[in-house]
T-cell receptor
């Protein structure tokens, strides 16, 4: 079974509107972290936002927020007020393990977001 | 501050040739990783090194070897390249979980490898 599932291969949004990118995960470890990365057409991987499994509040970073629903095992990325520069591939990733364990990220297959003017 | 630097950025190999991808980080991170990215597959872990002197297999290690030369450098070697190894390769580094609450991985700019 896939550990990270991104069900939307592609998404379209109008400039200035909000968009939600879906991510569900599968783990039996009580300690885990969820990450979102952005990959523009230039290819680099840009870290956006992090949510820890024990965090009480949903993470926010500027226009990015993470809708964390632990019971549903979902960690959706919400981008508010979309900009043309938000057009990119977005990856959800998970790190499992207790404190002190090695850090390995498992990635989903990604969602290609296109922002239309 | 360069972060994670990979060389080369592009490479074309013939089937059966060997090559080494180089990676260096200047953030004093303990852990380093090699991923490959294929269309529709996301990033998959090839090998990782939790700390200097240790290496472990990831999800797709077959056909690859690694060397953690020192704390800064982690190289990936293809001994006999195959067309199935055509991919974009990313090196990354991080601190192990527990050093900070937000231990994201920092990525190099990638190496686009084509095996013909």
């Amino acid at each position: 079974a896939q550990k990270i599932t991104q069900t939307q291969p592609g998404m379209f949004v109008q400039e200035k509107e909000a968009v939600t990118l879906d991510c569900t995960y599968d783990t039996s470890d009580p300690s885990y972290g969820l990450f979102w990365y952005k990959q523009p057409s230039s290819g680099e991987m840009i870290f956006l936002i992090y949510q820890g499994s024990y965090d009480q509040q949903n993470a926010t970073e500027g226009r990015y927020s993470l809708n964390f629903q632990k019971a549903r095992k979902s960690a959706n990325l919400v981008i508010s007020a979309s900009q043309l520069g938000d057009s990119a591939m977005y990856f959800c990733a998970m790190r499992e393990g207790q404190i002190g364990s090695n850090y390995k990220l498992t990635f989903g297959k990604g969602t290609l977001l296109t922002v239309n003017p | 501050n360069a972060g994670v630097t990979q060389t080369p950025k592009f490479q074309v190999l013939k089937t059966g040739q060997s090559m080494t991808l180089q990676c260096a980080q200047d953030m004093n991170h303990n852990s380093m990783y090699w991923y490959r990215q294929d269309p529709g597959m996301g990033l998959r872990l090839i090998y990782y090194s939790a700390s200097e002197g240790t290496t472990d297999k990831g999800e797709v290690p077959n056909g690859y070897n690694v060397s953690r030369l020192n704390k800064r450098e982690f190289s990936l070697r293809l001994e006999s390249a195959a067309p199935s190894q055509t991919s974009v390769y990313f090196c990354a580094s991080s601190e192990p979980y527990g050093r900070a609450s937000n231990t994201e991985a920092f990525f190099g700019q990638g190496t686009r490898l084509t095996v013909v």
